[in-house]
């Protein structure tokens, strides 16, 4: 991860005088590789990649003129991003802040892509305030993204698909803190903007009727209703092309309710499923790790599956 910290402590620096940016359409193609790679959650040649591609766009925002100058400010916001999913991922929350810093930075100069780069940035911010259970964090995190949206409208780049999927990470921490009707109202709202929307994989959120529906069995686990989650999972397909690491998260949170529900077989297939899309990202995965501590603790005698995955998590 050196190479990657780096590149992120020097962003203030002049760009460096050797290097020679490619053109924006390799640039943006570049971006899309890298972004890729990170929802697919191949972290090694993602992680090689990065730290080049960051001074090159570096580079360029310093560079290009215009409009030109604008949209690669918007693309180092969205490779910055991938700093962030790899820190996240692997534990490193010292590196996934500093990387989301870095996306603010370069989203402020972005044009009119800012208000939706800074918003996702926001709604990004929050994974590590869930994950240790700071709830009120979140919420002034996702309210702060809502402010960067004020004054948009459906014309303004990714603000739709921004503003629905901060309604979807509302309603994960209202299920979080058991406010049930507050959690569908944040649902119902996402709904609304994905039937304007459709299936969007702007800003590498993939938002739309799919990803709302994939909120609705994740809220529901969380909430501790895992009946109605893994009957709201049922015929569930996705596009092609969508994030494995988002089908991986949406067989983790089948895991857990089977897993709550007392189906132990059930549950592991939902983990070799998550396995089967993105090994990188479920064998470390808090809530995969959870399942597999609490599967293995109920469990009367380890069968070969159970070990298997007690060995992948490390647990």
């Not at 948009?152 to 979807?168: E, F, I, N, Y």
Request: charged content about 20%; aromatic content about 4%.
């Amino acid at each position: 991860m050196g190479p990657i910290r780096t590149v992120l402590d020097l962003y203030d620096l002049p760009p460096q005088e050797a290097v020679r940016p490619r053109a924006l359409p390799a640039l943006r193609a570049a971006v899309r590789q890298v972004n890729t790679l990170a929802q697919a959650a191949k972290y090694k040649p993602m992680v090689a990649m990065l730290p080049g591609l960051l001074v090159e766009l570096h580079t360029a925002a310093h560079e290009f003129t215009g409009e030109q100058q604008r949209q690669v400010w918007g693309l180092l916001a969205e490779a910055y991003r991938c700093g962030h999913s790899v820190g996240i991922a692997i534990g490193l929350s010292d590196l996934s802040a500093t990387a989301l810093a870095r996306m603010d930075w370069a989203a402020e100069r972005a044009g009119d892509q800012a208000p939706a780069l800074r918003a996702a940035r926001e709604y990004l911010r929050v994974t590590a305030y869930l994950r240790v259970g700071d709830l009120a964090a979140c919420r002034r995190l996702q309210e702060s993204g809502r402010g960067h949206l004020e004054g948009t409208d459906a014309k303004t780049p990714s603000a739709l698909v921004t503003t629905g999927q901060l309604h979807l990470g509302s309603a994960v921490v209202a299920a979080r803190a058991g406010q049930k009707d507050l959690m569908q109202h944040h649902l119902d709202e996402a709904e609304h903007v994905a039937a304007r929307t459709g299936e969007q994989p702007d800003l590498s959120l993939h938002f739309g009727p799919t990803n709302v529906r994939v909120h609705r069995v994740m809220t529901l686990v969380e909430a501790g209703e895992h009946d109605r989650a893994v009957a709201a999972a049922k015929g569930l397909r996705f596009p092609t092309g969508w994030a494995p690491t988002r089908i991986g998260h949406h067989h983790i949170d089948l895991a857990r309710a089977y897993r709550w529900m007392a189906r132990p077989e059930a549950a592991l297939d939902q983990l070799d499923a998550a396995y089967a899309v993105a090994p990188d990202q479920v064998s470390r995965h808090p809530l995969a790790r959870e399942t597999v501590t609490a599967l293995s603790r109920s469990a009367s005698r380890r069968s070969l599956r159970l070990s298997t995955w007690i060995t992948r998590t490390g647990i």
